[in-house]
Nanobody, 115 residues
Framework: QVQLVESGGGLVQPGGSLRLSCATSGFTFSGTPITWARQGPGKGLEWVATIYHDGYTRTADSVKDRFTGSRDNPQNTVHLQMGSLKPEDTAVYYC?????????RGQGTQVTVSS
């Protein structure tokens, strides 16, 4: 059974940082890209980043140079390091199996950027 569990969200001030984690199980992690997506208040699901099997990360223009991805293949875990956070980054963040925003996803973790 494919499972993804996000953690690390919380309340942070503008300009602050957070590190999200996604623990996975039930599939061959090492060869599988993992995608991060987010859903802000009243908005649809938005692609944020995809972390490929070798750690190469593609990021959306809206988070480029602020968010970086990494993965720990032995631990079947990916991370999303978020910096210079803005109020518009407020959203529920999900990790998804594969490329794109249509794959199996976790329950999400809330990130709130506010002073």
């Amino acid at each position: 059974q494919v499972q993804l569990v996000e953690s690390g969200g919380g309340l942070v001030q503008p300009g602050g940082s957070l590190r999200l984690s996604c623990a996975t199980s039930g599939f061959t992690f090492s060869g599988t890209p993992i995608t991060w997506a987010r859903q802000g208040p009243g908005k649809g699901l938005e692609w944020v980043a995809t972390i490929y099997h070798d750690g190469y990360t593609r990021t959306a223009d809206s988070v480029k140079d602020r968010f970086t991805g990494s993965r720990d293949n032995p631990q079947n875990t990916v991370h999303l390091q978020m910096g210079s956070l803005k109020p518009e980054d407020t959203a529920v963040y999900y990790c998804l199996k594969g490329i794109g925003i249509d794959g199996t996803r976790g329950q999400g973790t809330q990130v709130t950027v506010s002073s």
